[in-house]
């Protein structure tokens, strides 16, 4: 599976953006999803996860309450709405897939993953 990324920019903190990455190549109902975010100097990170029917979810502690992933596995997309964005959220934000996990589970560990999306980069000004 291909998965694109986009929806990133140069936004004020406050703001919001929504990221929407599209899987092409295969059924996408059949991958559990996430996303994950790296900022420079710093290892990558854990943002949020979802499984493949879209029923469970995993947020990061460090995003719990401003961050939500969704998923449209009729548009083969899943989707990270950013709310209250702060500038400590600025990183370049990757989407990934994985097709091993089972049909109720969010996976969280990055290793796990299969497939990942170019990335997209979020800029956050004060």
């Known amino acids: 599976v291909q998965l694109q990324a986009s929806g990133g920019g140069l936004v004020q903190a406050g703001d919001s953006l929504r990221l929407s990455c599209v899987a092409s190549?295969?059924?996408?109902?059949?991958?559990?999803a996430g996303w994950f975010r790296q900022a420079p100097g710093k290892e990558r990170e854990f943002v949020a996860a979802?499984?493949?029917?879209?029923?469970?979810?995993v947020i990061a502690d460090s995003v719990k309450g401003r961050f939500t992933i969704s998923r449209d596995n009729a548009k083969n997309t899943v989707y990270l709405q950013m709310n209250g964005l702060n500038v400590e959220d600025t990183a370049v934000y990757y989407c990934?897939?994985?097709?091993?996990?089972?049909?109720?589970?969010?996976?969280?560990?990055?290793?796990?993953?299969?497939?990942w999306g170019q990335g997209t980069q979020v800029t956050v000004s004060s």
């Open positions: 979802i499984s493949r029917s879209g029923g469970n979810t």
């Open positions: 990934a897939a994985d097709r091993n996990a089972i049909l109720i589970t969010a996976v969280t560990e990055a290793t796990l993953y299969d497939y």
């Open positions: 190549g295969r059924t996408f109902s059949k991958y559990a």
